[in-house]
Structures are given as C-alpha cells and as structure tokens.
C-alpha cells in the first residue's frame, strides 16, 4: 500500500469520525411547533429597572406579553434548584462567593441588581409561568456535578407545559438522554476561539466545544449557537447535512433577527422588544 493511500484512508477515517462525533438527534423538539418563535432572554427583563434578569418580576412580564422563556437553573449548598446565570454572585447580586456556597433561603434574602426582587426557586418560576408559555431551561454545570438534573426533574415531571433543556455542558444533556429520551435537549455552543470575552482562555478542549465534537455523547435535539458565529462549519453541518432545530442567542435588534432569520427556527433575544414577527 502507498503512503498515498494510506493518507486517503486516515483522512476518510477522521472524517468519518468527525461527522459521528458532531451528529445530532433527528427529531424535531415538541417545544418548537409552535407558533412562539422568540424567547426572551432570562425574562423580560430591564437590569436597571425594577425587573432585572432571572427575576419574579421579568419572567411575569414576558409571560404576559405572550413570549417563550429562557432560563438559567443551577443549586444552592442545600441543593435546591434556584434560577440565576452566574455562578458568582457579584454582578446579580453584590455579593462575594459563589451561588453554590449559600443556602436557598440565604440567597433569597440577596437583592437582583440593586431591586426589589429576590433569587427565585426554579419551583417558584414553574409556578409562575404555569404552563402559558414554552420554556428553554438551561442546566448550569460547570465540570461534572449533576445533582441539578435530578433536582430538575423532580420538577419537571408533573410540569404541565412545554419545556425543553439546554447546557454547554454535555454530561447534563447525556444524563437526559440516558434517563428522559423523551425530554427534548440542545447543545449550547459558541465560537470560543473568536469570542472576545474568552481570549487568553483558549484551549483544544475548548475548540472541541466550539466545534460541537461532544454531540456523540448527547445526541441533542437541536444546537443553540452565538447568532454572530452562525458561519461554524459543525453548526452549518448539524443544520444543512442533518436536518437539526437550531436556536439562535442572542438576538438584541431585528437586524440581527434579519441576519438569522434563514439559519435558526428559534430566536433567544434580550434588551429590545422584537418588532418582526418571526
């Protein structure tokens, strides 16, 4: 055998790797087939007004105005499941540590952004929402605690509306997989090798995640990606070679809507009010 072809063949290998690597589940999400195509972004929210993001106050908001909802779950110390983005408590809340480290009701007591709201319980969200509108739930697991999925599902099993899960994580999305099939799941990405707010964090790992080599060991439903990567050749594939649901985050003007608007079936959008209908 040639070195020719021995070359053609681990390069026909590798792709073929490749492509089982990056392939998602082919089915279409329940949650998406319906008319609700925008999702707000952590609520309806206004982080110097009295309704910041992750709030009582903004997820009734967007509830009201007839939007689909994205939102963040993570656990406090006694493990229960509380909806905030970061992990640290600085920016939400002017606290120092992390949310991990506090008690579900001493996060409570913690004001959002200088407001009137408080930390709310991924319980007390399901309460409010009550089945109105759609929901994205992103599972926030930052190396391979997965408590959060069993705190999750408790919930979410006697929920009644629509809902799907999300994460950056893969290992939350294998849990789903493995245990609830039936319940809908996205692999969150971004061009971390391009993204501003990740420079000097660059890692092979982190270009693997970008590139979405993990989706063998989630098979997600659909990939949510950063609309200003949307030229990712794994995203480009999973949607134009597979056929998978794509949700675009996130949307902050009806241009970037008009920007995406071919490449996305879902449109996560914060800090303006969306004037095109999707």
Not at 217 to 224: G, K, T, W, Y
């Amino acid at each position: 055998m040639t070195v020719v072809k021995v070359i053609l063949i681990v390069i026909l290998i590798m792709a073929l790797l490749y492509f089982y690597a990056i392939m998602p589940r082919k089915r279409r999400p329940e949650v998406f087939s319906r008319n609700t195509r925008y999702y707000a972004h952590r609520g309806l929210f206004d982080n110097s007004g009295p309704f910041p993001e992750n709030s009582a106050g903004a997820f009734k908001k967007a509830v009201n105005a007839g939007y689909g909802i994205e939102l963040d779950v993570q656990m406090s110390k006694d493990g229960v499941p509380v909806v905030i983005h970061d992990f640290t408590l600085e920016r939400p809340a002017g606290k120092p540590g992390r949310v991990a480290d506090y008690t579900f009701d001493e996060l409570k007591s913690f004001s959002l952004f200088g407001s009137e709201e408080r930390i709310p319980s991924f319980r007390e969200v399901l309460e409010i929402v009550g089945g109105r509108v759609p929901l994205i739930i992103e599972l926030k697991v930052e190396r391979t605690d997965l408590s959060v999925c069993d705190a999750v599902w408790e919930l979410l099993k006697d929920y009644r509306g629509e809902y799907c899960v999300e994460s950056f994580n893969p290992l939350p999305l294998r849990w789903f997989r493995r245990r609830h099939p039936e319940v809908a799941r996205g692999q969150l990405s971004d061009n971390f090798m391009s993204d501003p707010q990740f420079r000097g964090k660059h890692t092979p790992f982190m270009w693997a995640m970008q590139m979405m080599m993990a989706n063998f060991l989630s098979r997600p439903d659909f990939i949510a990606y950063n609309h200003l990567f949307m030229g990712n050749l794994s995203r480009r594939l999973c949607r134009h070679l597979f056929g998978a649901y794509g949700a675009a985050w996130t949307i902050k003007s009806d241009a970037d809507f008009n920007r995406a608007k071919d490449e996305f079936d879902v449109f996560i959008f914060d800090s303006y009010i969306p004037t095109i209908s999707a």
